[in-house]
């Protein structure tokens, strides 16, 4: 990634203060995002993405909160800017698409008029008839049919694939640098998911946006992302190119998200595979990695936290946090049989 | 929209009838004594009975009864009997006090409620909630036999600020009426007050956790349009039905004891003095008029309704 970093975060830590303690929902987290780069952060239900995702842009923010890190929007800190430049910046600068587009919008205005209250939110000058216009313009770029007309419809005439078009539309109203889509495409039909997914891809193409996608689901992020950060229990287990990530991954916990894709390539298994137990409490961490208790690879080492680094010799931006040395997890990697696609030919890998 | 006001409008309709029905029934059927007996009131002669019986034609079949008594009450022929005067008349004189004191309390309780209730929404946990919340709580547990009487004793009595009971019409007197409407108003009002600022607060603190709300703030909106464009607009919506059925039964019978406490002479008024001399014709009327508000303003509520929230809608949209 040669280009300057838009979006530039450095050990992003979030807490919330519960009745049980201090949940560390998101625990030094840290990554650069180009203009025109795709990252995707990928992690299972409780993970802490979508909380680093709405703390970058203040969406976090109570009483309750103990943010820490910082996170730079274009040299600008967002972490310490006061609620008002927070409020400018949401829209105008990082748009924000979010995963269920059947409630995501409110049920009771057209979809019209609220992208065209998102415009005139941050412009005031634009008058009515303008903004209107310009939901027209969006409307047709997001591939909606019979835009003029379907402004004035309700949420609730829209199919799920065409509102979460609209919600990208909003999300691209007000030509933000930044997109952030979380989960843009799980409450869609697989169908659907392949057609939001192209979307997406031709405006980060087409407009130079940098996008993060955050999803649970490793078939939308091998369609799309430049890069990947996996995520567990709040912290970055692994990072790395997609390429990398997919064909070479390092930390058991990647492997078993691979492996519990389903693969149309391969003999069906008798069952998905899975990973066994669930991720632990927040709030009652296992000392060390906090993937021990349910990784089949623990060993002596792993009650020692591992630091997320370069570990391979020839990926210095392919970071891990497993105690495990290369070869092992090859070795390993390979008895489970099922991790991995096959590397193309000029990925000297595995 | 058209279509669905329709269809509103004819279930009304039907509601009434089936309203009659009951009201026939209870009236005239169920009772195990002659009904002309009952109509006639308590010191009846037996000429007046025998003349009632063959008025109202109870030898006649059930059906035959019932219809002749829809026709007495739709044609104003509905009589009290001692001394004889038409219900109809008496209603009619009581209904501008009776809307005066229902729609100007109604007006009160709703703004006052909302205003409270989003105060405290949006202060939820503050001071200023908890305050309004114990306010709310004594507002809700005064009865109201409780609290005119120490009004009346300490804002007419004692300061002479208002007038001691009565009604002025608004027409002879605007500001007379509004002097005399004021205690009558926030007696009726001050239950729901109470009642109404705790549902806002709760349905706003609901909708303020959905997903639409967060992607207002996403999309950069002020604190304040997020609360009233999306949290308010949207926790309206079950006040509105809310509303309707409360205001519905205000006039139809909450009023009742507002309108004895203050000596308002309107149709609760009316309704309290005729059960007191048990004569069954004003009941019955009151009764037939107190349903029709009810069922009218929630038609109305249900049509708003349909306005606040476009789902409802369902007969004007394609599916």
């Given at each position: 990634m040669s280009a300057a970093p838009i979006l530039s975060v450095r050990d992003l830590r979030v807490g919330f203060a519960t009745e049980g303690g201090l949940l560390q929902a998101v625990d030094k987290v840290s990554f650069d995002l180009a203009?025109?780069?795709?990252?995707a952060i990928v992690g299972e239900s409780g993970s802490g993405k979508s909380v680093t995702a709405q703390t970058m842009i203040g969406l976090t923010r109570s009483k309750n909160a103990r943010i820490e890190g910082s996170v730079k929007l274009?040299?600008?800190?967002?972490?310490?800017?006061?609620?008002?430049?927070?409020?400018?910046?949401?829209g105008e600068k990082i748009g924000m698409v979010f995963q269920d587009p059947m409630t995501s919008f409110n049920p009771v205005y057209r979809l019209g008029a609220q992208i065209v209250e998102a415009i005139r939110a941050h412009q005031e000058d634009v008058g009515k008839d303008q903004a209107r216009r310009r939901v027209v313009e969006l409307f047709e770029s997001v591939g909606i049919p019979n835009a003029e007309r379907r402004i004035d419809d309700y949420p609730h005439e829209f199919s799920g694939g065409m509102r979460q078009r609209a919600m990208i539309a909003m999300a691209?109203?007000?030509?933000?640098?930044?997109?952030?889509?979380?989960?843009?495409?799980?409450?869609?039909?697989?169908?659907?998911?392949?057609?939001?997914?192209?979307?997406?891809?031709?405006?980060?193409?087409?407009?130079g946006l940098a996008t993060i996608l955050i999803t649970h689901d490793l078939g939308v992020v091998?369609?799309?992302?430049?890069?990947?950060?996996?995520?567990?229990?709040?912290?970055?287990?692994?990072?790395?190119?997609l390429d990398e990530i997919f064909y070479d991954p390092q930390h058991p916990y990647t492997w078993g998200l691979m492996g519990s894709l389903t693969r149309l390539d391969r003999p069906r298994p008798h069952r998905l595979p899975q990973i066994a137990g669930s991720p632990p409490s927040l709030l009652d961490l296992p000392q060390g990695c906090p993937f021990r208790p349910r990784c089949p690879h623990e060993f002596s080492k792993c009650t020692e936290y591992p630091a997320l680094e370069a570990r391979l010799p020839d990926a210095p931006d392919h970071r891990d946090r497993c105690w495990l040395n290369p070869d092992q997890k090859r070795e390993k990697r390979q008895v489970e049989g099922?991790?991995?696609?096959e590397a193309p030919e000029g990925v000297p890998r595995g | 929209m058209l279509r669905f006001i329709a269809r509103r409008l004819v279930g009304m309709v039907l509601v009434l009838f089936v309203v009659s029905l009951i009201v026939f029934l209870i009236f005239n059927v169920i009772p195990n004594s002659p009904p002309a007996q009952r109509l006639a009131g308590?010191?009846?002669?037996?000429?007046?009975?025998?003349?009632i019986e063959e008025e109202w034609g109870f030898d006649e079949s059930l059906p035959k009864q019932y219809v002749t008594m829809m026709k007495k009450v739709f044609t104003g022929e509905l009589i009290q009997y001692s001394p004889r005067v038409p219900v109809d008349d008496r209603i009619k004189e009581g209904i501008p006090a009776t809307l005066s004191l229902s729609i100007g309390a109604g007006i009160i309780w709703l703004a006052f409620g909302l205003l409270l209730g989003y105060l405290a929404a949006i202060r939820a946990g503050g001071w200023l909630d908890r305050t309004l919340t114990g306010v709310a709580v004594a507002g809700i547990s005064i009865p109201v036999f409780l609290l005119a009487p120490v009004l009346i004793y300490f804002l007419t009595y004692k300061l002479e600020i208002f007038p001691n009971g009565g009604y002025v019409g608004w027409t002879e007197d605007p500001w007379e009426w509004l002097q005399h409407m004021i205690l009558p108003w926030f007696t009726l009002a001050v239950l729901s007050i109470g009642f109404y600022s705790r549902v806002l607060r709760s349905n706003m603190l609901d909708v303020m956790n959905e997903d639409y709300v967060r992607t207002a703030r996403a999309k950069g909106l002020s604190e304040r349009k997020v609360?009233?464009?999306?949290?308010?607009?949207?926790?309206?919506?079950?006040?509105?039905?809310?509303?309707?059925?409360?205001?519905?039964?205000?006039?139809?019978?909450?009023?009742?004891?507002?309108e004895v406490l203050f000596n308002i002479e309107g149709i609760g008024l009316y309704a309290a003095e005729s059960i007191g001399k048990l004569e069954l014709p004003p009941i019955m009327g009151i009764t037939l008029y107190g349903a029709f508000f009810v069922v009218f303003i929630n038609a109305l509520v249900d049509i708003a309704y349909a306005y606040l929230d476009p789902r409802v809608r369902l007969g004007s949209t394609a599916r």
């Open positions: 203009p025109g780069e795709v990252l274009d040299g600008e800190e967002l972490l310490d800017a006061d609620d008002a430049t927070m409020r400018r910046l949401r691209l109203a007000l030509e933000p640098e930044v997109l952030i889509a979380d989960e843009p495409t799980t409450a869609l039909d697989v169908t659907i998911q392949a057609q939001i997914l192209h979307l997406l891809e031709d405006l980060n193409r087409e407009r091998a369609e799309v992302a430049d890069r990947v950060l996996v995520m567990y229990a709040g912290r970055v287990v692994e990072e790395g190119t099922q991790i991995g696609l | 308590k010191n009846a002669t037996p000429t007046l009975v025998k003349s609360m009233s464009r999306h949290v308010l607009r949207n926790s309206l919506i079950p006040i509105t039905t809310l509303f309707g059925l409360d205001f519905g039964a205000t006039i139809a019978g909450t009023a009742i004891i507002t």
